[in-house]
């Protein structure tokens, strides 16, 4: 043996070698490795960064004797080309990226373990019990923890932080960012990812919490991996700092001393970074329900000293390196969270075999493991449904007779007849419901395709597009580069007569529909989302075809009037497959979608429901057929999917269109330059023309984006003169526009540029289309800390007086001051006036607004103890906003502006939000009726889900004691229609005190969900209603089957149990599994079952169904018919099985044979209503 056992690590290992023939592929790929016994195999796992298919391997090994080709001490990676492999072997010591430690099937995985080691410290040996010089290694993430959590796939993370001889200047802002993006790589932003559990030791834990404080603050795809992480170890964190003198005395004044120094102790009562990050992570972690275990050391540790050989080891005296205090975080919970190792700084994250600690690690891992094979783990995933398609049912019966559907279809005509005046008005209320304003802005904002380009896709046989518009069906893909105008060429397809032409001549016999959505991730959610594409398409049929009318009216109809305007999902959904499975006539839909890359969700959500949507078209039984034809960029979701369907790369044909764009800008830049065209100095006059296109237009590699950046950066240089000048600046622009994103805020003057973060911030958190002036006076509010300095900002601004002037004068400004980030767009609005909107002037700006490097990149390490963001100057402003008009455009918008601020941000706006004037709470809504959200100012905190600001407010509880916090919960679920989830903060009000017997206008909390949902006949109980009426069952104590008193006219009695009123699968489980007495009688002395069966006024499909769930799970759970009861039944057994829906005789039976309802129920409805 070697008197020191070394670890190597193997990449691209072929995916065909199996961990027993791996020593003999080595041995056979690298020469004089001294024999297979000489190798010892510890683990082999396919590399989680390789994305090929089949993915190559990684594996961890040890020799014997270090063979002599690995054992050059200078070296710490080695290179082998195996005969006949396109791939080398990689041997390595420092493990740098990702290394993982087992194989998991892929069809047990169910969660992922990262573990991130500290400064100065090996990935590997970190977590590696130190043995004696010779012995076998034990390493208890590769070698224990696989064996007790076999679904679970272990990693070990590294990153150069050494101390002697570096020359690096990265910051734990660097590293950070570097952590994000190499978690993209392995998959973690995606929709099949699974729950994350990280670990952290020492500046690990450090750059772990900053990195998911990015995440917090970063657009919608990081947030996700964000809401994937469930547990974090820290392992010796310095949250508070740490001694760092003995570090400082080793690396002197080399660059890495600033890393050093982030990690320094403040002085007493200073406030220090650590302790922002600390404060900002503990209130992310509340948000996103992630668990965090501190552990200390209970043993000092020999500080690390230089020594004359040049090398650093621990030959110091032994101290404390991170105490008590500042290894706890805050967010650990008292006991439960708080682990001490009696093991020094060094060694507390190396476990040996049974080792005692590795059994505390153990359980808090297995809490997460258990929870997830339990099906407890709840993963967030888009609003879209990964199976849309699912379960459709045919619209109407399932088998109909000939002569019954023309009855039908009479009857139908006569009633169209009849009531001619209410169809005509009921037909435009449901356009104008499924209208949105902004439907048409993305199209309108493309730049119109310059002339002489793109005719080519009509031209270019090899491109298959004119035939698979003629004869071909599924999805034709046109996939491209960021900026290499995707949109603009959609745009021209939308335009173009020869495409119109296509369709039209296509040979079939059905009639030829085609429908276009622009996906915006810069506008609005409806804009990007699939519930904006369902009502644009369903918008568009409604009023081209008579027949789809009649179908999705009848939709319209079945919901209750108070609620028929609003479109919830599952309403869309139900009117597509409406459309998808009509029978009246042969229907051919051409679906054009513009940048599904700009999809707001998963893209492999919607890949999928385009695959199904053609699927279900294809189905032999189907008279509407469906294709797509869609632009996209080559994301790997997107590859995956569609990669075998026809289409073509679109900046592999633009060079000549590139060209002419390229001619056109330049054109205009020298007609606006403040040169003469006749001056020779100028290079206008002194280059060929076609020499500077042609340089511009072969940087650009069919990127029309980078086009209009170089001539902007041209424009903004006006002392070229001459050639070779010009030359110079096109040639030292960035090839890469996240490069030249950067280049353009380097050049934003320093004073400029907290302005320009505000702009920018504003307009990439805002779900609203944002008008200059609005953006204007937002951006006025950001330094104001409470409401009056806001209000007193907006007035110095010149708000109201000057709002309408200036507006072109404030655009100017607004885009200058930001680097030219922005442009001003008009569109037309539904009132068919121009509207001035800002937005980005790319997608890929906007992407880079949101990612991690640019508050830092724009601000500096001004930035570090700032918390703000666009969400808090659009709180500070739409509160002000409100009080000068005296109305809220939408409690909606601003409960979000709340909520996501301290989402994002991680500390609770407390300042600003106990300086809201009294009156402000009582502002009614344009949008949300003439309701005002009637609380105090803690009562508006908890509908704005704000768990740090409640939390902080609990700590005084009688001042609260007197307020309804879970009766204003209830109410605005029920009147005002919010669609957030109220569980959690339920949970902590019932924690600290709250009641769930307070009333509130004379009802409890649980009456008031199912009373008003009574009152506006609501048939649909969102999943909101079900989870907070569940904690008010499990964590209040609620009964279930108290009888509710109806304060308005009930369908059957005035005194009702929940499960009377349930009209949902999902509602009436929730109750049966909560012991809700299923054979319970009303006042009137009905069952639940009762209530199903003599429901008669509900007769479209989505109704029907919902009845026949839940009158399946009553029976299926013992429920039984009264007397009143089963005279309805006939009548109701009829209209089911008319809507195709068909009931088990048994169960039938059994609800009619009252002899089984027991004595003891009998008198429990005894005392239930004549003593309750």
């Known amino acids: 043996m070697s008197n020191k056992t070394k670890t190597f690590r193997v990449r691209w290992v072929p995916a065909e070698i199996t961990r027993q023939s791996l020593a003999q592929f080595l041995q056979g790929s690298v020469p004089d490795l001294g024999g297979e016994a000489n190798i010892h195999i510890r683990s082999l796992a396919p590399s989680p960064d390789d994305w090929t298919s089949p993915r190559s391997q990684t594996a961890t090994l040890e020799f014997h004797e270090i063979p ?140 772990v919490k900053r990195a998911l404080l990015y995440l917090a603050g970063s657009g919608e795809a990081k947030k996700t991996m964000l809401s994937k992480i469930k547990l ?23 660059p890495n001393k600033h890393l050093i120094e982030s990690l320094a102790e403040p002085p007493p009562n200073v406030p220090s970074w650590l302790s922002v990050v600390d404060e900002q992570f503990s209130g992310i972690a509340q948000h996103y329900d992630i668990r965090v275990v501190s552990a200390f050391e209970t043993e000092t540790t020999p500080l690390t000293e230089m020594q004359s050989n040049g090398e650093a080891q621990r030959t110091g005296t032994s101290e404390i390196l991170v ?30 075999r049974n080792d005692l600690n590795y059994f505390v690690v153990r359980n808090f891992v297995r809490e997460i493991v258990d929870a997830r094979e339990g099906g407890l783990v709840s993963e967030r995933v888009s609003r879209a449904p990964t199976s849309f398609l699912q379960n459709l049912r045919p619209h109407g019966k399932e088998s109909a007779d000939p002569h019954d559907t023309a009855h039908a279809e009479s009857e139908m005509i006569d009633d169209i007849e009849s009531s001619k005046r209410d169809n005509v008005v009921d037909s435009r209320r449901l356009l104008k419901s499924l209208n949105f304003e902004e439907s048409s802005f993305r199209f309108q904002a493309i730049e119109r395709a310059h002339e002489s380009t793109f005719g080519w896709i009509f031209e270019k046989a090899e491109l298959g597009f004119i035939p698979w518009i003629l004869k071909g069906t599924g999805v034709y893909w046109i996939r491209g580069k960021a900026g290499s105008g995707k949109s603009t060429f959609m745009k021209y397809l939308h335009n173009t007569e020869q495409l119109k032409e296509a369709i039209r001549a296509r040979g079939t016999r059905k009639q030829q529909i085609d429908l276009w959505f622009f996906f915006n991730e810069r506008g609005t959610y409806l804009q990007k989302s699939l519930d904006g594409l369902l009502r644009g398409m369903l918008a568009n049929l409604v009023s081209r075809e008579s027949t789809i009318a009649e179908l999705v009216l009848e939709i319209y109809r079945s919901k209750p009037r108070q609620i028929r305007d609003r479109w919830n999902f599952e309403d869309l959904k139900e009117a597509f497959a409406a459309v998808l499975t009509q029978d009246k006539h042969d229907l051919e839909l051409t679906i054009f979608l513009d940048a599904l890359d700009e999809y707001y969700g998963f893209p492999e959500v919607i890949s999928q429901w385009i695959l199904e949507t053609v699927s279900t078209s294809r189905d032999s039984s189907s008279r509407t057929k469906v294709r797509f034809c869609f632009s996209s960029r080559e994301w790997d979701s997107f590859v995956k999917a569609f990669s075998s369907e026809p289409g073509f790369v679109l900046h592999e044909h633009t060079y000549q269109d590139v060209e002419q764009y390229t001619i056109s800008r330049l054109s205009r830049l020298t007609s606006q ?24 237009a072969t940087r650009a590699e069919g990127v029309f984006l980078w086009v209009k950046l170089a001539i902007d950066a041209i424009a903004l240089s006006p002392t070229i003169s001459s050639q070779e000048e010009l030359e110079t600046l096109i040639s030292g622009l960035p090839a890469d526009l996240e490069d030249f994103y950067m280049r353009i805020i380097s050049r934003i ?36 800390n409470t409401f009056q300095e806001c209000k007193k900002h907006l007035r110095n601004a010149g708000f109201p007086v ?10 100017r400004d607004l885009v200058n001051l930001c680097g030219g980030f922005l442009e001003c767009v008009d569109v037309d609005a539904v009132s068919n006036e121009r509207r001035t909107v800002v937005q980005f002037i790319h997608r890929t700006v906007r992407d880079f607004v949101a990612s991690p490097q640019f508050p830092q990149a724009i601000l500096g390490d001004a930035y570090r103890l700032r918390l703000d963001n666009g969400y808090t100057f659009l709180l500070k402003y739409k509160c002000v906003l409100a009080s000068q008009e005296r109305q809220l455009n939408s409690h909606r918008t601003l409960l979000d502006l709340a909520h996501h601020d301290e989402r994002s941000t991680g500390r609770a706006a407390t300042t600003f939000i106990d300086s809201l004037p009294d009156p402000f709470f009582y502002l009614p809504s344009y949008s949300d009726g003439p309701n005002s959200l009637r609380t105090s100012h803690f009562e508006f905190a908890v509908l704005c889900n704000l768990y740090l600001y409640v939390r902080k407010s609990l700590g005084d509880l009688k001042s609260h004691r007197n307020e309804r916090p879970l009766n204003k919960i209830a109410a605005s679920l029920t009147v005002n229609h919010l669609t957030m989830d109220y569980a959690k903060m339920a949970q902590i009000l019932l924690r600290h005190g709250f009641r769930v017997s307070d009333r509130d206008f004379g009802m409890t909390p649980f009456e008031t969900v199912f009373i008003r949902a009574q009152y506006i006949n609501l048939r649909k109980h969102p999943t909101e209603w079900v989870n907070f009426a569940r904690v008010l069952i499990q964590d209040g104590g609620q009964n279930p089957n108290e009888l509710l008193q109806s304060r308005h006219t009930h369908p059957l009695a005035e005194r009702f149990s929940a499960l009377h009123a349930s009209w949902t699968r999902d509602m009436t489980l929730m109750l049966l599994q909560n012991r809700a007495d299923v054979n319970l009688r009303d006042s009137q002395g009905y069952t639940p079952l009762d209530t199903f069966v003599l429901e008669d006024t509900y007769k479209d499909q989505s109704s029907l169904k919902a009845v026949f769930e839940c009158a399946m799970l009553l029976l299926s759970h013992g429920g039984r018919l009264s007397r009143r009861g089963k005279k309805g039944l006939p009548g109701f057994l009829e209209r089911m099985r008319e809507a195709g829906f068909q009931f088990p005789n048994a169960l039938i039976d059994q609800a009619v044979d009252t002899r089984t309802i027991s004595v003891r129920s009998k008198i429990r409805d005894f005392i239930s209503r004549h003593l309750g």
Request: hydrophobic fraction near 35%.
């Open 802 to 811: 000057e709002r309408a002037s200036n507006d072109e004068s404030i655009s």
């Open 323 to 352: 105490q008590r205090d500042s290894a706890v975080q805050r967010s650990s919970r008292d006991h439960q969270d708080i682990l001490h190792i009696n093991k020094n700084h060094s060694d507390m994250a190396k476990f040996e």
């Open 68 to 207: 002599k080709p690995l054992q050059d001490a200078n070296r710490t990676t080695w290179e082998f080309a195996p005969i006949g492999s396109d791939s080398p072997l990689i041997f390595d010591t420092d493990f740098l990226g990702f290394t993982p430690l087992n194989s998991v099937d892929g069809r047990h995985h169910t969660c992922d373990l990262v573990a991130v080691s500290g400064l100065a410290s090996h990935p590997f040996g970190s977590w590696r019990q130190r043995r004696p010089p010779g012995q076998r290694q034990f390493m208890w993430l590769r070698d224990q923890l696989p064996r007790d959590f076999p679904t679970v796939r272990c990693m070990i993370y590294g990153y150069d932080t050494k101390l002697v001889e570096s020359n690096s200047f990265q910051s734990l802002d660097d590293l950070a960012r570097s952590f994000i993006h190499h978690l993209l790589t392995i998959g973690r932003a995606e929709h099949s990812a699974r729950p994350l559990i990280l670990l952290g030791h020492s500046l690990g834990g450090i750059l």
């Open 232 to 254: 974090f170890i820290a392992f010796g964190v310095p949250n508070r700092g740490m001694r760092i003198d003995h570090l400082l005395s080793i690396v002197g004044l080399r």
């Open 749 to 784: 003057p320093k004073p400029s540029r907290w302005r320009a973060f505000t702009l920018l911030e504003i307009v990439s958190r805002s779900s609203d289309l944002v008008t200059p002036q609005d953006l204007f006076f937002a951006s006025a509010c950001a330094t104001g």
């Open 673 to 696: 330059h403040p040169y003469s065209a006749d001056d020779p100095s100028t290079p206008s006059s002194q280059l060929p023309p076609a020499e500077v296109v042609r340089l511009i």
